[in-house]
């Protein structure tokens, strides 16, 4: 990897007025279809739904507020192998602490954290242990937020994994802990191959099934996992629409992502809604309507729908071959070993991948995670399992996101 300039620079979030305005004249002059009668939710999310959400957006949600509260943390970016990358940088204040990456998925950015920062970097100003205290790195990944999309190629996992552990180095981490969701899940996973012996142990929520892969057998399931696979196997069948244009249209979906704010807020919104916990009746109910409406923002204001679903379809390629390749492996060896955290033999050939650091997984209500499929071979060290919040806890619930890092990550260097 070429990192001929190691620059770190500070940086700060400026809006322009004219974006600003560029914004609210636009979702002024939307022209909004009809819901059709008795469909509800059923064919995406109604106007009755995205209406007074894109209204409030105009009128009344206040970005001069939030982009404020968001240049007090500390900004930063630097360029590896020609593309910027962006990231948060919160140092703990006790001596030791440890470095934590922490990896955002779509459709969410750094700001999917923001509520973890004081817990982990100061936990025992939040009722916790001085010895659990962490540094914290928040990048935005290429094709999200601030790291604008250079050019094609990094959607791939790898690239994007090498990336990651370049922005450490940078930082003088020789060693760190790391974590992920989404798509920072799969980056995650894919660090200790492209950083051997630097990732003192893992941690991702919400480990599903390859989402294009086949329908999860529901035989010899117990209640949890079967409620967990049936999931799955409805947003296989009902749910995956945005996966497959992204993973193969990407430029076509752009157009609309990138001239019409309406259009971007119900691709973000419909997700919120439909990925977050149970307990929350809307997507605002579950994180917050500031938070939620300061995730879409970033996407208009920096093109990320268009540069978020090249990457995806990137990515897509990359983790298709990936599984391929792994599936084939543990075909070989009689399956037993296909799949799963560790990744298996990702050439599927003669390499073999470097041991892999301590791993765990933390499962919330909504998630789709069935452990026979995702780990068959026990790789996880750490299975966990809540009654609440979906596929976003570090917004849904910190609280419990917080509590499973420090758990399983406790003592470990």
């Keep these: 990897?070429?990192?001929?300039?190691?620059?770190?620079?500070?940086f700060r979030i400026e809006i322009s007025d004219d974006a600003l305005d560029d914004l609210r004249r636009r979702l002024a002059l939307t022209r909004w279809p009809a819901d059709l009668d008795g469909t509800g939710t059923s064919r995406g999310i109604p106007?009755?739904?995205?209406?007074?959400?894109?209204?409030?957006?105009?009128?009344?949600?206040?970005w001069r507020a939030q982009e404020a509260r968001l240049n007090e943390l500390p900004h930063f970016v630097t360029e590896v192998d020609g593309q910027s990358i962006h990231f948060v940088h919160v140092r703990s204040a006790v001596a030791g602490a440890r470095p934590l990456l922490l990896l955002h998925g779509w459709p969410s950015s750094f700001v999917e954290f923001l509520d973890l920062i004081g817990p982990l970097t100061d936990p025992v100003a939040h009722g916790g242990r001085e010895e659990d205290a962490v540094h914290v790195v928040i990048p935005s990944l290429p094709g999200y937020g601030f790291s604008p999309l250079s050019g094609a190629g990094w959607g791939d996992l790898f690239r994007v994994a090498g990336a990651m552990?370049?922005?450490?180095?940078?930082?003088?981490?020789?060693?760190?802990?790391a974590h992920g969701t989404d798509v920072g899940s799969g980056i995650v996973g894919m660090?200790?191959?492209?950083?051997?012996?630097?990732?003192?142990?893992?941690?991702?929520?919400?480990?599903?099934?390859?989402?294009?892969?086949?329908a999860v057998s529901l035989e010899g399931l117990d209640d949890a996992d079967r409620g967990r696979a049936e999931r799955f196997n409805a947003f296989r069948d009902d749910g995956a629409g945005y996966l497959h244009i992204q993973a193969t249209r990407p430029?076509?979906?752009?157009?609309?992502?990138?001239?019409?704010?309406?259009?971007?807020?119900?691709?973000?919104?419909?997700?919120?809604?439909?990925?977050?916990?149970?307990?929350?009746?809307?997507?605002?109910?579950?994180?917050?309507?500031?938070?939620?409406?300061?995730?879409?923002?970033?996407?208009?204001?920096?093109?990320?729908?268009w540069s978020s679903?090249?990457?995806?379809?990137?990515?897509?390629?990359?983790?298709?071959?990936?599984?391929?390749?792994a599936a084939g492996a543990g075909e070989e060896a009689g399956g037993a070993e296909a799949g799963g955290a560790s990744g298996g033999d990702a050439s599927g050939g003669g390499w073999e991948a470097p041991p892999t650091p301590p791993a765990a997984a933390s499962v919330f209500a909504a998630d789709m995670s069935v452990r026979r499929v995702v780990d068959p071979a026990s790789a996880f060290e750490s299975w966990t399992e809540h009654d609440r919040a979906g596929h976003f806890p570090?917004?849904?619930?910190?609280?419990?996101?917080?509590?499973?890092l420090h758990r399983f990550f406790d003592g470990r260097r």
């Design 1 to 10: 990897m070429d990192t001929h300039s190691h620059d770190i620079r500070p």
């Design 47 to 62: 106007v009755s739904s995205l209406r007074p959400l894109a209204e409030h957006w105009r009128d009344r949600f206040d």
């Design 165 to 177: 552990a370049e922005v450490m180095t940078r930082l003088g981490y020789d060693r760190f802990l």
């Design 191 to 214: 660090l200790p191959m492209v950083a051997p012996g630097r990732v003192i142990a893992t941690h991702v929520t919400g480990p599903s099934p390859f989402p294009l892969g086949p």
């Design 251 to 305: 430029q076509t979906l752009s157009y609309g992502l990138t001239d019409s704010p309406v259009a971007q807020l119900a691709w973000i919104v419909e997700k919120f809604q439909e990925w977050t916990g149970p307990e929350s009746a809307l997507a605002e109910d579950a994180i917050g309507l500031d938070r939620l409406l300061t995730t879409v923002s970033l996407y208009w204001f920096t093109v990320g729908g």
């Design 309 to 325: 679903a090249h990457a995806m379809y990137e990515g897509m390629q990359v983790y298709q071959r990936f599984a391929a390749m």
């Design 394 to 404: 570090a917004m849904e619930a910190p609280d419990l996101l917080v509590a499973d």
